[in-house]
């Protein structure tokens, strides 16, 4: 056999296995790799639940937990891929869909797919306009079966739990490239979707936020003079912060609430660039909220800018706590009130100063052996506190650092907190330093990063020596942990 016909034959059998693939991929759905053979697969949205995945493919969950190998048809995950039965042309084909990004409305998605208002707010449920929100995913042409995709009605302040934002909630051992590649997107592309500086700082159980599959098109519709609006992350957390960033054409001074919170607004580069850091307390229920800012220009004309943001829950475990004996009167309310009132003044302020930037850095060379916002009960009570910071285990004695620059402003002994640190970063930026066995620094000092501010302890309401480090934006308790993956400057 000849070497030309050898390699006639090798080309044959290669367009042999292409065409049908290259046939298949044209009606599969947009899903990366979706079809196979007789197989379809399908990413699963939040909201979807086992059974209307079966139900949308004209399969049942039994035939799906089988294929799929899942013992639990309750324990499916959002962005888990679930192999479906039947081939792509007979399953439905997935609708066209946009992510609402910030400082767009239904009008201009609406000409930007050459649509019209009505056949968008219709084709997603929309029966007021104004309720669309950041992160939101709107299907942009009908799907071809008859039963819509999702059903989605968005009602303002109120929770919107079926709302289906592609979330992927990081399982252990995922690396942020293993994440990206299984979506088909770049790890650039995922970093900075959610404002991650260093991809080695992700941690099991985080939540991402998977951008478009298509690259986003924008349809911004902003009043003038506002020109740029930027919303990190996207999508809000309970118990986490976020940066809105508002830039104008025009010098303006400008005020806003939030989650019935007056907002504190840093204008900068002569008042055009404007930036809110927020907090979402533990606790918020998920749902859409409006932050409505107001815009004052020079001339004496106001205008507003409202932006619908989502909010989901934390997702928070929780643990009982038993305390050691003889220091349970530490649980009187009026102790713990009174402590907590001089906290929450200290650490509610604001600086319009700022001397933290980019990522923080880690309190201490330590193990975290318990996360932020866990529930707790004490004692075995009631499950009805929420850990409001993340504790660092460490020999008494390790060293306790300032994450990032800023000035000593409560350096104390306190009943629970024991011997306690305080440091403003600006911005109305704060970090807490709870439970140590010696403190080396005073108040109002100056602290660079990394400056070795005390040593851990077992001081205050304690079961053993480990510091409790917090981190306060906007007079709202966070996860500071998020402050070390992302840079809010
Ligand atoms: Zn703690």
């Known amino acids: 056999m000849s070497r030309h016909l050898a390699l006639l034959i090798v080309l044959l059998t290669l367009l042999v296995f292409m065409l049908p693939a290259a046939i298949s991929a044209q009606e599969a759905t947009p899903v990366p790799g979706a079809s196979q053979n007789n197989l379809t697969i399908h990413v699963v949205q939040r909201g979807e639940t086992l059974f209307r995945i079966a139900l949308r493919y004209g399969t049942t969950v039994a035939e799906l937990a089988a294929l799929n190998g899942i013992t639990d048809p ?11 039965p039947g081939s792509a042309a007979s399953a439905p084909a997935a609708p066209q869909t946009h992510v609402v990004q910030p400082g767009e409305t239904l009008r201009s998605i609406a000409e930007l797919y050459g649509t019209n208002v009505e056949a968008l ?15 939101q ?8 079966a008859p039963t819509p995709f999702t059903q989605n009605t968005v009602t303002d302040q109120q929770p919107a739990s079926n709302a289906p934002v592609l979330i992927h909630i990081v399982q252990p051992g995922e690396t942020l490239f293993r994440i990206a590649t299984r979506y088909g997107i770049a790890v650039n592309e995922l970093a900075s979707a959610n404002g991650i500086s260093d991809p080695s700082l992700i941690y099991a159980g985080q939540q991402l936020v998977i951008p478009g599959f298509e690259p986003p098109q924008l349809a911004l519709d902003l009043p003038a ?27 303006v001074t400008m005020g806003g609430t939030f989650l019935s919170r007056t907002l504190n607004v840093i204008s900068e580069q002569n008042n055009r660039q404007h930036t809110m850091l927020i907090g979402v307390p533990l606790g918020t229920t998920s749902g859409v909220y409006t932050l409505s800012l107001t815009l004052f220009k020079a001339d004496g004309i106001q205008v507003p800018l409202n932006i619908n943001l989502q909010i989901l829950a934390g997702g928070y475990s929780t643990e009982n706590i038993n305390l050691l004996a003889g220091r349970d009167n530490l649980l009187e309310p009026s102790v713990e009130q009174a402590e907590l009132d001089i906290i929450t003044r200290v650490m509610s302020s604001f600086s319009p100063q700022r001397y933290f930037d980019g990522p923080l850095g880690l309190p201490a060379a330590a193990a975290i052996t318990s996360p932020f916002g ?8 009631e499950a009805s506190r929420r850990h409001t910071g993340t504790d660092f285990a460490g020999a008494p004695g390790t060293s306790v ?12 002994t306190l009943n629970v907190r024991g011997l306690a ?17 010696e403190q080396y620094v005073q108040v109002g000092e100056t602290v660079a990063s990394g400056q070795i501010i005390g040593t851990i302890g077992a001081t205050g309401r304690v079961t053993g020596a480990h510091l409790h480090w917090e981190l306060w934006v906007s007079g709202v308790p966070v996860d500071p942990m998020q402050w070390v993956r992302l840079s809010f400057p």
């Open 74 to 84: 309750g324990s499916i995950f959002v962005g888990q891929r679930l192999l479906v």
């Open 121 to 135: 707010a219709a084709l997603n449920n929309i029966i007021d306009v104004n309720t669309i929100y950041v992160g």
């Open 137 to 144: 995913v709107l299907n942009i042409s009908a799907p071809a």
């Open 225 to 251: 003079p506002v020109t740029g609006l930027d919303v990190l992350p996207l999508v809000l957390i309970e118990g986490e912060a976020a940066r809105i960033r508002v830039t104008t054409s025009e010098s």
């Open 374 to 381: 866990v529930i707790r009960s004490y004692n075995g009570g």
């Open 401 to 412: 650092l300032a994450p990032a620059p800023g000035i000593v402003v409560l350096a104390d």
């Open 421 to 437: 640190t305080v440091i403003d970063h600006g911005w109305g930026v704060f970090t807490g330093y709870w439970h140590q066995a």
